[in-house]
């Protein structure tokens, strides 16, 4: 014990330098202006308020903003569990020509930084019409390399011979993938939906450029527009629209992280 005190030290130094700045904008958010520009600061707030959140609510459009991040992160999520999964079963258990060299393209389309596809996609996007949309905000990301990569892993950890006992009892494919295969995989495609679903809500670049008007702007988009400007030194207000934005994530996250361990140690993830 005497000879780990200084990882405990260590660790618990760590978790004030990334826990601080978090409590900090949480407490942040309940005062007002005066308080939040004073010198020295306060730690805790003398007179707390809600005005921030009462602004950010009715005069900002957060709601809608709000909505739109919801709408997209959720079809996002349901797009990749449905999608991965079929296709990570395909290239794990059904044998055609071609797969290995497809399960390639996927694994190579990994290596390919985003930016480069940024504009091409953007270009392809805007050129069929869908600029300024739902599906122009949610179609591009509907399926993604890492989960077909994931949902494959796992798939290759399932028995065959759980495929084989469908087809004597007379399933077909598609039975066997829905009835017998998917509800097995359910640690993966909790981590698939959870990692989707963190993504995709904190997305800033696809929709500052795709979204053209405040109606289909998301959280991240309207909290940076809200940060310049006339608001850029209201503090307490970009501090509440940046907890509304943070706060979610970070309880799916604290409830459903044990999926997310679970299924990264059994898709041999390191």
Known sequence: ?????????????????????????????????????????????????????????????????FLNSGVVALVVTAGNLTFCSM??????????KGRNALFVVVMATLMIPGMVTFVPLFVLVTNAGLANSYPGLILPFLVS?????????????????????????????LGIFARIMLPLTRPALATLGILTFLGSWNNFLWPLVIAQTEDKYTLPVALALYSTGQNAQNFGLLMAGAVVVVVPVLVIFLAFQRHVTKGIAITGLK
């Open 145 to 173: 390399p890492f989960g077909v990569f994931l949902m494959r892993q796992f798939f290759l950890g399932l028995p065959d011979d759980l495929m084989d006992a469908g087809r004597v009892d007379g399933a077909g494919e």
């Open 1 to 65: 014990m005497r000879r780990t005190w200084w990882i405990y030290l260590i660790g618990a130094l760590g978790l004030v330098a990334v826990a601080a700045p978090f409590v900090w904008m949480v407490l942040g958010s309940f005062k007002t202006q005066g308080e939040l520009l004073r010198v020295p600061p306060t730690w805790l707030p003398e007179n707390a308020t809600t005005e921030n959140y009462e602004a950010l609510f009715s005069k900002a459009h957060f709601p809608r903003y």
């Open 87 to 96: 296709i990570g079963y395909a290239l794990a258990k059904l044998h055609f």
